[in-house]
């Protein structure tokens, strides 16, 4: 018996867009991406406790000879890890008389003022006051309890993901001028999809959008990721924020399931000209249940940087919509 086309074809992550649609005979999605819808997950994304935990960056990052450094909304940090493992985290200027710690090592667990050889081990010394931190493997955080005003957690909402083991992981940073609802903004409008990332997205459908009433939170989009020519990966991907800083995409159906695509976003503070910096990190888990994706995980320090460059392309595009979406708000002219 010959087998079903459309059975081989199963058994391939890829598919081949019978009818494609050029870009400007797709579906308009303006009339679908209602603005008060929206700012309506925005604002529902903005309830949410954060527990004043801010995104600071990789794990993978976290050097052993040097701390972590990122200023937020102004206020410089540093985090490195002890002997033990564990995160030490605290205030970027040294006691004594400032020095940036940032540029200072780290030995044996101890982090060393350059100035004058001030060691911090992580516990309160000098004057020098440790905050909570956390790794939970991909990203390490920070509590920021006088910055972020809410009821402190333990811990920050860290989405559901597959274990980094399981994966190829990734992360991804970048910086624009903006503040952090700005991104999240970008990320709840999926109906920009296919029309701003062509060489990314095809055929998408907002499938599921939420209620106006907010008893529905959330969007389920189905959507084809774009390999070559009329060669995607359909897949459908549920969009959620758990807390205000964070939008999750996850795979759903179709190739990947389980798959998970995080974007944080950590104000920084105001550049020179007085606009609002935020940067984003994304971190990505990709998962299979093929068995050539051992394959890919094994090669996971080649395909690492071609992730990071598609991100990369992605972020381009999407800082300049959240960047003209802040222009837009701090002017008085953006008409959601």
Same mark, same amino acid.
């Given at each position: ?8 074809? %199963? ?28 700012? !309506? ?16 960056? %990789? ?13 937020? $909304? ?6 490195? #890890? ?21 540029? +200072? ?54 989405? %559901? ?59 389920? $989009? ?65 998962? +299979? ?32 919509? %959240?960047?003209?979406?802040? !222009?837009?708000?701090?002017?008085? #002219?953006?008409?959601?």
């Amino acid at each position: 018996m010959t087998p079903d086309p459309s059975a081989r074809r %199963a058994r391939l992550p890829l598919s081949l867009r019978r009818r494609p649609v050029p870009w400007d005979r797709q579906r308009p999605t303006w009339r679908d991406a209602k603005p008060g819808l929206i700012a !309506q997950a925005l604002q529902q994304a903005r309830a949410r406790p954060s527990g004043n935990w801010y995104v600071v960056g %990789a794990s993978a990052s976290l050097r052993d000879d040097r701390p972590l450094a990122r200023t937020i $909304v102004g206020r410089e940090v540093v985090l490195w #890890r002890g002997t033990d493992g564990r995160i030490h985290a605290g205030p970027g200027a040294c006691p004594h008389l400032g020095a940036p710690l940032a540029d +200072s090592p780290v030995r044996c667990g101890t982090l060393v003022c350059h100035w004058h050889g001030l060691a911090l081990n992580g516990t309160p010394f000098a004057g020098w006051e440790p905050l909570p931190a956390h790794d939970d493997g991909i990203l390490l955080w920070v509590r920021l309890d006088e910055l972020g005003g809410e009821e402190p957690l333990d811990a920050p909402v860290v989405p %559901a993901r597959p274990a980094p083991s399981r994966g190829l992981t990734t992360v991804y940073e970048d910086t624009g001028l903006c503040e952090p609802e700005d991104i999240v903004a970008n990320r709840l409008d999926p109906w920009h999809g296919a029309w701003f990332h062509p060489y990314s997205f095809v055929d998408l459908t907002v499938a599921d959008p939420p209620d106006r009433d907010g008893t529905q939170e959330g969007f389920t $989009v189905d959507v084809s990721f774009k390999v070559a020519g009329r060669l995607v990966v359909p897949v459908r991907a549920v969009f959620t924020a758990p807390e205000p800083r964070t939008v999750v995409m996850h795979i759903t159906e179709g190739e990947g399931i389980g798959s998970v695509v995080e974007t944080h976003a950590t104000p920084l503070g105001p550049d020179e000209l007085g606009r609002p910096r935020t940067v984003v990190t994304e971190a990505v888990v990709a998962v +299979s249940d093929r068995p050539g994706f051992a394959l890919a995980r094994w090669a996971a320090p080649a395909l690492r940087p071609v992730m990071r460059s598609a991100a990369a392309r992605l972020w381009r595009d999407d800082l300049a919509y %959240a960047e003209r979406r802040w !222009q837009l708000r701090s002017t008085g #002219r953006f008409p959601g």
